[in-house]
């Protein structure tokens, strides 16, 4: 873990005449990290001017990775480095891809989730077929299990390819034909502008993961900033996510769990649709209830899900 270039670097300056305070915003140096870092800086710009937003740009394990992980390697691989940065004074607060933070409780408190990007998987291939259209024996790369799960009950005669690193690096391979089709998170594709083809794998495929699409700040609770970061809180995305994360932690799972989870909101109401991939069989159930009840529903989800494959 290190700073890029041995020290935060400006990005937004105070207005004129407001209060000189300084926010040092901790970030992966990925291009989708800083992508989603801008949304933030631009989103605190907007409520609250009186702040000088410094990036700590730090260099992550998983962001250059290309080699399979064990089990248990995937919990924190993403967060636990500027979550450390926060907690040794290196940074204030951190900005997280929701779905990478893991589901136990941690010291800092999520501060403030912003509105909600898409959420759903989607299928790049080269000639633009789409899932139904590719060719028996097709290699699709993807190394996620829960879409390697799905994917394999949806079209058994595709050959599965485990494929990682960031996009840029999951394109070039795309590129190179060492694969014919890839599956990525659509929301990193539009924070990137990638202006490719795809097809979106809706619920029909693929639900998400859990907290898919949103990004999240992180911080201490007593911070002298922490009021201003949460003001830019989006309420119906934290009560989206908190259902999900409250599923997959009743769970016990983490990204190894092959768990599609979507809560979609309907004003102060939700509907939380979930399937579980075990032991080759499929569990699905859906609950729906108020917002206020969020972390309940995820609980009720996992429990009515586990209900689903004993039935088997």
């Not at 919990?75 to 040794?88: K, P, Q, R, Y």
């Not at 789409?130 to 190394?143: E, K, M, Q, Y």
């Not at 979609?264 to 009840?293: C, K, N, W, Y």
Request: proline share 6%; charged share 20%; net charge neutral.
């Amino acid at each position: 873990m290190g700073l890029i270039g041995g020290a935060p670097t400006a990005y937004h300056r105070a207005a004129a005449g407001q209060p000189h305070r300084i926010l040092r915003m901790a970030s992966r140096r990925s291009r989708l990290a800083l992508a989603q870092l801008s949304e933030v800086e631009a989103a605190v710009a907007k409520a609250a001017p009186g702040i000088d937003l410094l990036r700590v740009l730090l260099a992550v394990k998983g962001d250059d990775t290309t080699q399979t992980l064990t089990q248990g390697d995937d919990i924190g691989l993403f967060t636990s480095a500027l979550e450390a940065a926060v907690t040794l004074n290196q940074a204030d607060m951190a900005v997280h891809s929701l779905k990478d933070l893991p589901t136990v409780p941690a010291a800092l408190e999520i501060l403030a989730i912003l509105p909600r990007s898409s959420p759903w998987d989607v299928l790049i291939t080269e000639p633009g077929h789409d899932l139904s259209a590719l060719a028996p024996g097709s290699r699709v790369g993807t190394s996620s299990p829960r879409r390697q799960g799905f994917l394999a009950l949806a079209r058994p005669d595709l050959q599965l390819v485990e494929v990682r690193g960031n996009v840029d690096t999951r394109l070039a391979k795309l590129d190179a034909q060492e694969v014919d089709g890839l599956v990525l998170a659509e929301a990193g594709l539009l924070r990137l502008g990638v202006t490719r083809a795809w097809q979106r794998l809706g619920p029909d495929y693929l639900l998400p993961a859990a907290g898919q699409g949103a990004i999240a700040i992180q911080g201490r609770s007593d911070h002298p900033l922490a009021a201003a970061i949460r003001a830019i809180d989006h309420p119906p995305t934290r009560a989206a996510v908190q259902a999900e994360r409250s599923c997959l932690q009743a769970l016990g799972g983490g990204c190894n769990l092959p768990l599609g989870v979507w809560a979609e909101v309907d004003r102060d109401h939700m509907q939380v649709r979930a399937r579980l991939l075990e032991d080759g069989q499929v569990g699905q159930a859906s609950v729906s209830g108020p917002l206020t009840d969020a972390q309940a529903l995820g609980e009720r989800l996992a429990k009515a899900l586990r209900r689903s494959l004993d039935r088997g």
